[in-house]
């Protein structure tokens, strides 16, 4: 089956390199390269139009901010892909840097095949001390077992970084750097326990096993990162096509420019009735949100009718309360009647509230995204609790948070992000709130695309006209 498999001619073709850095602007890169991956692979060619898309900022944003047409996706992105009220030069340096260091499907096989060495190390380092205990005249063996474990993984991962290219040694100089050091430091242990070996288990062994291990988790560690550095996803899931580094767009909720950073996997998990299924990984982080949703909310909630309810949200919260989220409001009310018209209004009441709101994710059938909210605390005074939990202030307030979340999520979501080939395959199967690595509030979204070689190759065309019309003007 030919298709998302040679995608990664894109990135290891040399003539590419070349031209890229012969280039006067990377639209010209991008037009040559897909040229190039056309001739060696059409379907190839076709699919990188995906992943050029999913990252717009790098196929359309070379000639400014935008602003040729209608937004999409609620706002947060123009028509030719430029988010809004974000600097493309801040977009695009990630993303190049992202490129440079790229690895090739050979270089991502190879790796794995090395993390797993070090996984058999760690195993065999882990049975050790279990293993003696069972048999002390075993201790040398099982100790040399682990030496010549340990070593197989620290010369493979030597030599992979000795066999990086030039740019990639250069993009990746801080990360290899750390790598040297944990492979010294683990060679500088693995040392103590050769020494020692030969002298028999002793109640001093233990503390040299331990800080082995230590050295080799470090080791692990950043061998991790740079498996993530170069795009190489560890994942058993399916066959990882491509992983779309972090980029950045905004959106636009109760009057807030609410800034997302958003990254992808997309991976070919079958074949289904003459058709490719991919599923598609993206991750949100939410965290610009968080310390803005009492503006976001108070633009749509606050009121100052002269007859009825004068509402004032003096401060909200947002929490992750895994996989939804938890909104709390504090609200001051005034009750105004109007008797005999608006001249004649008198304030009959006032109180303050608060109220906890469960908000979470929820894929309608037709893979519209929806927030499902519920009210699951309410405190304050009785006519205010009244108008929380049965009233229209709890109604509006639900239904303003639940609006707020979809317009910032799918600002940049699958359909917002695909031509209308691509844009039409993709269906949003599930969403859940879920933490960032720093702790903060995010969202991951989890799709499908079915497509024909015929349809990825109508998708590339489109891309390809969208990258021409742009680079025209």
Same mark, same amino acid.
């Given at each position: 089956m030919k298709s998302f498999h040679f995608i990664i001619c894109f990135f290891s073709s040399s003539s590419f390199t070349t031209s890229a850095a012969e280039a006067v602007d990377d639209n010209a890169v991008i037009i040559a390269a897909l040229k190039r991956c056309a001739i060696l692979n059409p379907v190839a060619a076709a699919v990188l139009a995906i992943a050029l898309l999913l990252v717009?900022?790098?196929?359309?944003?070379?000639?400014?901010?935008?602003?040729?047409?209608?937004?999409?996706?609620?706002?947060?992105?123009?028509?030719?892909?430029?988010?809004?009220?974000?600097?493309?030069?801040?977009?695009?340096?990630?993303?190049?840097?992202?490129?440079?260091v790229q690895a090739t499907s050979d270089q991502a096989s190879a790796f794995r095949t090395i993390l797993k060495n070090t996984e058999s190390a760690n195993a065999q380092l882990a049975s050790l001390e279990q293993e003696q205990e069972k048999d002390p005249s075993l201790w040398a063996g099982r100790a040399a077992n682990v030496k010549a474990a340990i070593d197989k993984a620290r010369i493979s991962t030597r030599s992979f970084v000795d066999g990086l290219s030039a740019r990639q040694k250069a993009g990746l100089k801080e990360i290899t750097g750390r790598i040297a050091k944990a492979e010294t430091d683990l060679a500088g242990q693995e040392k103590v326990l050769e020494a020692s070996a030969g002298e028999g288990h002793d109640s001093a062994m233990s503390g040299r096993t331990e800080s082995l291990a230590k050295a080799l988790e470090t080791f692990r560690n950043q061998q991790g990162r740079l498996a993530e550095e170069m795009g190489i996803v560890l994942s058993d899931g $399916?066959?990882?096509?491509? #992983?779309?580094? =972090?980029?950045? *767009?905004?959106?636009?909720?109760?009057?807030?420019?609410? %800034? @997302?950073?958003?990254?992808?996997?997309?991976?070919?998990?079958?074949?289904?009735?003459?058709?490719?299924?991919?599923?598609?990984?993206?991750?949100?982080?939410?965290?610009?949100?968080?310390?803005?949703?009492?503006?976001v909310l108070r633009a749509q909630v606050e009121s100052l009718p002269t007859c009825g309810e004068r509402v004032e949200l003096r401060d909200a919260t947002l929490a992750l309360a895994a996989p939804a989220s938890v909104v709390v409001?504090?609200?001051?009310?005034?009750?105004?009647?109007?008797?005999? $018209?608006?001249?004649?209004? #008198?304030?009959? =009441?006032?109180? *303050?509230?608060?109220?906890?709101?469960?908000?979470?994710? %929820? @894929?309608?059938?037709?893979?519209e995204l929806n927030m499902k909210t519920e009210v699951s605390r309410v405190e304050g005074d009785k006519f205010v609790r009244d108008l929380l939990k049965s009233g229209t202030l709890g109604e509006a307030l639900q239904q303003k948070i639940a609006s707020s979340m979809v317009k910032v999520i799918e600002s940049a979501n699958f359909k917002a992000m695909l031509p209308p080939t691509g844009a039409a395959s993709a269906e949003t199967k599930s969403a859940r709130f879920e933490s960032t690595t720093g702790g903060s509030l995010g969202v991951a979204l989890e799709g499908e695309m079915r497509m024909s070689d015929e349809q990825a190759a109508l998708l590339g065309n489109q891309l390809k006209e969208r990258v021409a019309a742009q680079a025209a003007k």
């Amino acid at each position: 089956m030919k298709s998302f498999h040679f995608i990664i001619c894109f990135f290891s073709s040399s003539s590419f390199t070349t031209s890229a850095a012969e280039a006067v602007d990377d639209n010209a890169v991008i037009i040559a390269a897909l040229k190039r991956c056309a001739i060696l692979n059409p379907v190839a060619a076709a699919v990188l139009a995906i992943a050029l898309l999913l990252v717009p900022t790098m196929a359309f944003a070379q000639h400014g901010g935008g602003g040729h047409g209608a937004p999409l996706g609620g706002g947060g992105l123009s028509s030719t892909g430029q988010p809004s009220g974000v600097g493309e030069k801040d977009e695009l340096k990630d993303f190049h840097h992202a490129m440079e260091v790229q690895a090739t499907s050979d270089q991502a096989s190879a790796f794995r095949t090395i993390l797993k060495n070090t996984e058999s190390a760690n195993a065999q380092l882990a049975s050790l001390e279990q293993e003696q205990e069972k048999d002390p005249s075993l201790w040398a063996g099982r100790a040399a077992n682990v030496k010549a474990a340990i070593d197989k993984a620290r010369i493979s991962t030597r030599s992979f970084v000795d066999g990086l290219s030039a740019r990639q040694k250069a993009g990746l100089k801080e990360i290899t750097g750390r790598i040297a050091k944990a492979e010294t430091d683990l060679a500088g242990q693995e040392k103590v326990l050769e020494a020692s070996a030969g002298e028999g288990h002793d109640s001093a062994m233990s503390g040299r096993t331990e800080s082995l291990a230590k050295a080799l988790e470090t080791f692990r560690n950043q061998q991790g990162r740079l498996a993530e550095e170069m795009g190489i996803v560890l994942s058993d899931g $399916g066959e990882v096509v491509f #992983r779309i580094p =972090a980029f950045k *767009t905004s959106a636009q909720a109760g009057g807030q420019r609410i %800034a @997302v950073s958003s990254s992808s996997v997309i991976s070919r998990v079958e074949a289904e009735n003459e058709a490719n299924v991919y599923k598609i990984e993206l991750t949100q982080d939410l965290s610009d949100l968080q310390p803005n949703i009492t503006e976001v909310l108070r633009a749509q909630v606050e009121s100052l009718p002269t007859c009825g309810e004068r509402v004032e949200l003096r401060d909200a919260t947002l929490a992750l309360a895994a996989p939804a989220s938890v909104v709390v409001a504090q609200l001051y009310v005034e009750h105004w009647i109007c008797a005999r $018209g608006p001249k004649t209004a #008198r304030e009959l =009441a006032q109180g *303050t509230g608060s109220v906890e709101i469960r908000v979470t994710p %929820a @894929v309608e059938p037709n893979g519209e995204l929806n927030m499902k909210t519920e009210v699951s605390r309410v405190e304050g005074d009785k006519f205010v609790r009244d108008l929380l939990k049965s009233g229209t202030l709890g109604e509006a307030l639900q239904q303003k948070i639940a609006s707020s979340m979809v317009k910032v999520i799918e600002s940049a979501n699958f359909k917002a992000m695909l031509p209308p080939t691509g844009a039409a395959s993709a269906e949003t199967k599930s969403a859940r709130f879920e933490s960032t690595t720093g702790g903060s509030l995010g969202v991951a979204l989890e799709g499908e695309m079915r497509m024909s070689d015929e349809q990825a190759a109508l998708l590339g065309n489109q891309l390809k006209e969208r990258v021409a019309a742009q680079a025209a003007k």
